[in-house]
T-cell receptor
């Protein structure tokens, strides 16, 4: 079965500094990996996904993620954090069994301090 | 903007009651998935409908049931509500193409906050 770990419950970063939100995964085949962001009392917004190809994936709002097969990681990054990036971030892997749905990590709360 | 809408926004029920939540998928999407997100946790998959047929179910009891209509909108029904059913219920739509595995992106609605007292 697929699984996703987000080792940090909380990440704090100063505005203007680079940010990284970590994700590691476990899959039995090729990984299909996604990042979503959730603002308070809102649904999830799609940021980016890795299916195949370049290990560096660029997404919405200046975010990017680096796929590392040997480390089974898919870390989310942004070169310069904004206060408005403060939110809950979820990494997800596509489950190849049950309706090919997402298995989500527990989430990481990002706080960008002014 | 994703285009997925859900109703109602908030709902308060008591134990033992039944509830129906509704979802309108994004234009052009034929697949709807439902998730339960308990406070402080990631979403958990309930089930998925593809072209009006259920084609996957997570680890939820049969009192969680669903339906998809010809216009691809969907309902989630929960019978005999329990306190632990209190959560944010998320609907997501995607353009399923029948490939396995699917690489389709799921687009989420804002959710329905259900409180069971």
């Amino acid at each position: 079965a697929q699984s996703v770990a987000q080792p940090e419950d909380q990440v704090n970063v100063a505005e203007g500094n680079p940010l990284t939100v970590k994700c590691t995964y476990s899959v039995s085949g090729n990984p299909y990996l996604f990042w979503y962001v959730q603002y308070p009392n809102r649904g999830l917004q799609f940021l980016l996904k890795y299916i195949t190809g370049d290990n560096l994936v660029k997404g919405s709002y200046g975010f990017e993620a680096e796929f590392n097969k040997s480390q089974t990681s898919f870390h989310l990054k942004k070169p310069s954090a904004l206060v408005s990036d403060s939110a809950l971030y979820f990494c997800a892997v596509r489950d190849l069994g049950v309706g090919q749905n997402f298995v989500f990590g527990p989430g990481t709360r990002l706080s960008v301090l002014p | 903007e994703t285009g997925v809408t859900q109703s109602p926004t908030h709902l308060i029920k008591t134990r033992g009651q039944q509830v129906t939540l509704r979802c309108s998928s994004q234009s052009g999407h034929n697949t709807v998935s439902w998730y339960q997100q308990a406070l402080g946790q990631g979403p958990q998959f309930i089930f998925q409908y593809y072209r009006e047929e259920e084609n996957g179910r997570g680890n939820f009891p049969p009192r969680f049931s669903g339906l998809q209509f010809p216009n691809y909108s969907s309902e989630l029904n929960v019978n005999a509500l329990e306190l632990d059913d209190s959560a944010l219920y998320l609907c997501a739509s995607s353009q399923g193409r029948g490939r396995i595995p699917s690489t389709d992106t799921q687009y989420f609605g804002p959710g329905t906050r259900l409180t069971v007292l």
